[in-house]
Each structure stands twice: as C-alpha cells, then as structure tokens.
C-alpha cells in the first residue's frame, strides 16, 4: 500500500514542476507582447507628425479639386472674359499635384517645389477674393442681396487660399523633428490648424447658408450644412481652448459627419441637377444654371483640417 502512494508524490511533483515551468513561459510571453505592444505606441507617436502632414495634404487636395472643377465651370459660364480668369485652373491643377505627391509621399521632410505651389496658391486665392469682392461692388446696389446672390462668389477664391494654407502647414508638420512639438509660424501647431479649420468651416457655412437661402430650403436637407458644420466649428475651437479628451471625441465624431455631409452634398446636387429641365441629358446648360456639383467636397477638405489637428492635439505634439 505505500508503494503506490510514492508513485503518487512523485507524479504529483513533476505535475507541479510542469505547471511552473507552463506559468513561467506565459509570464515570459506576456512581457515580450508588452514590450511590443511598447514599441508600437512609441512608433505610433513618432510617426504622427507625418501622418497628419500627410492628412493635411489630403485635405489640400480635397479642396484644390474643389476649386479647380467650380472656378472651371464658373469662369466657363462667365465665357473667360477677363484673361486672369484662367489663372485660378492652372494654380489649382498644380496645387492637385503638390497635394497627391504629399499624399504618396512617406517622407518626413518638407519639399520646397510643394511648399512654393502652395504658397501661389495662397496667394492666388487672396487676389481672387479681392477680385470678387470688386465684382460684386461695381455692380447697381453694390452690396446687396441680388449681387451676393448672382455676382462672382466672394467665398470660393477663399476655398483655394486655404488649400494653400493647409499645403504650407502640412509641409511644416511634416518636417518636424521626432518628439518635437509642432510650431507653425511661432504658434502651437495644432491649436492654429484648429483655429484656422474652425473659422474656415464658418466661412463655408455662410456660402452654403446664402445659395441656399436662395433657394428657399425648399428641401429640408438643405439645413444639414448650416446646423451640422457650425457644431463640428464650435466643438473644434472648444478643444482649441481646452482639449479635454471627452471633447475631442465629440468634436471628432462632429468632423467625420461634416467630411461625409460633403460627399452626400455632391450627391444631392447630382439630384438637383437632374430635376432641371432635360436633366443630365441637357448637362451643357443644367451644370451652369444647376446647383453647384464640386461646392460641398469643400467642407470634406476644411474638416480633415480639423481632424488633423485634433489628431496633434492627441499626439502632444501641439
């Protein structure tokens, strides 16, 4: 009778001994996945300046587009008749191809030919401001409803000045050293970009509340970019002031509603373009005289401004 019980101990003791050994090799492997688990949010923290630099391009490029394909259509309606007109198309059409090469590129370094594009482009965009503005002044009544209403868009120069600025600024972030904060212009980075996006997508705001104040809201759908953009602003410039992590998140959630509202904006005026006379069978005449196509893409680009500097914000690196 006591012989079995030795045999017992002893596989007692070596059941003992493997589950040792079994505790000590999870231990072992649950240290290594910390670490690495370590090292990629290091990584990740290190490589956010160029990530929102490349977003910032994005949104560059976003806007360019934007007023490449409207300034296009609007100077083709208004028959080119002053030969600066075609200024904007090919200042667009570059600053489009400084954007999609900082998209692609995975370089954390500044390019000067970009920087230089994006510079003429914000340039370009304050003199068309100012040539607008004259265009509506010098008309009877000067600055009256019907001449905002129907005289060149004083907001549109402004879209291009600040895909110019957005360029500009994503050079500069993206040459930023690692663990470095991000200065733009001697100001925390991602406080000015959250400024800048939360007063841009305002200004978007009132050129979206006034062509549709000329359309009477005859369709409900028209409120969403005068009620949803405000919000994502006023939450953006809130974490401007105090980025607590609550209202980062809401004001994120806020942004990625304004970037789809700009695509399903598109989509609604490809309806109202439609709905004219011969549709899109008549598109020669209905994509003047119809609602403008590329407009809402532009709350798609100042909104990934938006989500760029929050992303900083996150990052310490404002």
Same mark, same amino acid.
């Given at each position: ?56 391009? *994005? ?13 296009? %259509? ?33 370089? @954390? ?43 060149? @868009? ?21 040459? /930023? ?16 970009? *959250? ?47 105090? @980025? ?13 509603? /304004? ?34 196509? @590329? ?6 680009? %100042? ?16």
């Amino acid at each position: 009778m006591k012989r079995p019980r030795h045999r017992q101990s002893g596989a007692h003791r070596l059941s003992a001994s493997k589950a040792d050994d079994l505790l000590a090799e999870i231990q072992d492997r649950l240290i290594v996945l910390d670490n690495r688990l370590k090292a990629a949010t290091v990584g990740q923290a290190a490589a956010t300046p160029l990530r929102a630099g490349r977003q910032l391009n *994005g949104a560059a490029a976003i806007l360019a587009f934007s007023v490449l394909a409207d300034s296009a %259509i609007e100077h083709y309606r208004g028959s080119f008749r002053n030969k600066a007109m075609y200024t904007p198309l090919a200042v667009t059409s570059l600053t489009l191809a400084a954007s999609l090469s900082g998209v692609f590129d995975r370089r @954390p370094e500044r390019h000067v030919l970009r920087d230089t594009v994006y510079a003429g482009a914000g340039l370009t965009g304050l003199i068309g401001f100012c040539f607008h503005g004259w265009n509506v002044l010098k008309r009877t009544g000067g600055l009256s409803w019907h001449n905002l209403f129907y005289a060149a @868009p004083i907001g549109a120069p402004m879209a291009l000045l600040l895909a110019g600025g957005y360029g500009r600024a994503a050079e500069k972030v993206r040459d /930023t050293e690692k663990d470095a904060p991000v200065q733009i212009a001697g100001f925390p980075g991602a406080k000015l970009l *959250g400024a800048i996006a939360s007063a841009g997508l305002m200004g978007t705001v009132a050129e979206a509340a006034l062509l549709h104040f000329r359309g009477a809201f005859h369709n409900r759908v028209m409120f969403a970019p005068v009620t949803v953009p405000p919000l994502a602003a006023l939450l953006l410039g809130a974490c401007v002031i105090r @980025p607590a992590h609550a209202l980062r998140r809401l004001a994120r959630s806020a942004l990625k509603l /304004t970037a789809a509202l700009g695509f399903v904006g598109s989509g609604f005026h490809i309806y109202g373009i439609a709905r004219n006379m011969g549709g899109w069978r008549n598109w020669r005449q209905n994509l003047l005289v119809g609602p403008p196509l @590329p407009a809402p893409p532009s709350f798609t680009g %100042i909104a990934m401004t938006g989500l760029a500097a929050l992303s900083l914000m996150e990052g310490k690196d404002g």
